[in-house]
């Protein structure tokens, strides 16, 4: 399950190796105190317990990429509560085909790292060494350590990262990487955990409240459960194109909020692009992206009817940011815009007397 040790690699003289058990100071939430800037547009900076971190990023601007970042205010409050103190997360995106795209961070972030790839390569430099960085692969990085990472040239990885830091965190590091000794963990394709990435998303753009952050954290505490099952998991027979398929048509009506693109649904069944297409529309009679549209336009249709939400909301809340478009593709569905989907569904009730869904 483990990949095997990275090959040894000429260690960068600004980062000298620290000792594979050196235990971290636990973290104490009272104490805590973050502050964050861009020095320039390449350097972030953090003072973390008044303790000054850099990062020089690359490119940050991927056609398809989402990113959020939770205010340090927010994640300063988060660390005085109990349950959202014990795993955060504060920091995450996704990059697809991240060309050019390089982190370097001589004496590490603040947070411990996890780095998901979907597809493509990366390389990832350690003070142990340098690891390749493949399809299915997992890096787990502690906070103030050094570390890089970059795109290969000639096939930049497609890949999910989150930053999250907690009072339990140093103790999920420890057990899915047995203290260090394997950085890196190879897992079978699994959309659980592309799920779980999208629900975290989900839930910071849709707010930052306390319940919100909690829900973050609960959802932190699934995907980091769900690796270590992974790790302590024998490896299994493979799951059948089927079965693969029926989990993702599973994951699609579960997540329809969701951006998550075709490459990314083929990716987390460990198929081609072009393999889970075919075998998509083979057993649906529709290819991946028809079927999606038609499940948000479907549950779009119980939101017209049953609320009276506004268009524009409703958009949102299957997954389109714009408007515009979704009513384009409503009308080429259904053949009746929104607003006269609405009319029809309501005079229709009436005609028949059925109760209004919006006042049981």
Known sequence: MFMSKPTEGKRPSAAPAKPRNRVLPPLDPKAFSLEGYMADDKTRVFSFNGRKLVSVLGR???????????????????????????????????????????????????????????????????????????????ALLRPFEFHAYAADPGDPWSYYWIHFNGTVAQQYYDVLTTGGKNTCIAVQSDLRFVE?????????????????????SSAMHQLLGDLFGQVCRRPAVQESTATRIERTLTMMRKNLRAHVSIHELAA?????????????????????????NRQKIAKACEYLAETDAKVESIAHLVGFEDPFYFCRLFKRITQRTPTMYRQSFRKTSAAAGEPDPRHE
């Open 60 to 138: 940050e601007d991927f056609p398809g990429e989402r990113i959020f970042k939770l205010p340090t205010k927010v994640v300063e409050s988060a660390n005085r509560q109990a349950l959202t103190a014990a795993l955060l997360p504060c920091r995450l995106g996704y990059f697809p085909r991240a060309k050019g795209q390089k982190v370097s961070r001589a004496n590490g972030d603040w947070a411990f790292t996890l780095l998901y790839c979907l597809d493509g390569v990366g390389t990832l430099d350690l003070s142990q060494g340098t690891h390749r960085i493949t399809r299915g692969t997992i």
């Open 196 to 216: 779980t990435f999208e629900k975290i998303l989900g839930i910071y753009h849709a707010g930052q409240a306390y319940k919100d952050l909690v829900q973050a």
């Open 268 to 292: 987390g069944t460990g198929m081609s692009h072009a393999y889970f297409t075919q075998q998509f529309r083979k057993h649906t009679g529709q290819s991946p992206r028809i079927f999606f």
